[in-house]
């Protein structure tokens, strides 16, 4: 948490100066089960463009990572809130299974694009 408040703090600081864009990267789960997949990518960005980092960080566990890098995703999380964004637009989510569908059942990863704009 410390961390992440300094990040957010320097990137506001920069803020005051010049535009910024922020871009946080991650995979979302990895399971076999499609099904799971989806469902639990699809709360996952829920919980992102609501800017609810306290539910995605109860979401999170090392057993169940639904984003495999929390933190980056986070920090652009609090950035946009402390910009004053009140909730982020989701772009798309597809998963591995979707274009492969030979990988349901062993191996299905999410990813989704989400954009936060403040005023």
């Not at 399971?31 to 799971?36: F, N, S, T």
């Not at 469902?39 to 984003?67: F, G, M, N």
């Not at 929390?70 to 982020?88: H, K, N, S, T």
């Not at 998963?95 to 694009?113: I, K, T």
């Amino acid at each position: 948490a410390e961390t992440r408040r300094q990040v957010c703090d320097a990137l506001g600081e920069i803020a005051q100066s010049r535009r910024v864009i922020v871009v946080a990267s991650t995979d979302l789960l990895h399971d076999a089960d499609y099904d799971k997949v989806t469902a639990t990518d699809r709360q996952t960005l829920r919980h992102i463009v609501a800017l609810d980092s306290e539910a995605l960080i109860a979401s999170w566990s090392y057993e169940k990572q639904v984003c495999c890098g929390i933190a980056p995703v986070l920090c652009a999380m609090d950035f946009a809130r402390a910009q004053g964004c009140a909730e982020g637009t989701l772009l798309h989510y597809r998963n591995s299974g979707d274009d492969h569908p030979e990988s349901r059942g062993r191996w299905v990863v999410g990813y989704g694009a989400a954009v936060f704009t403040t005023p």
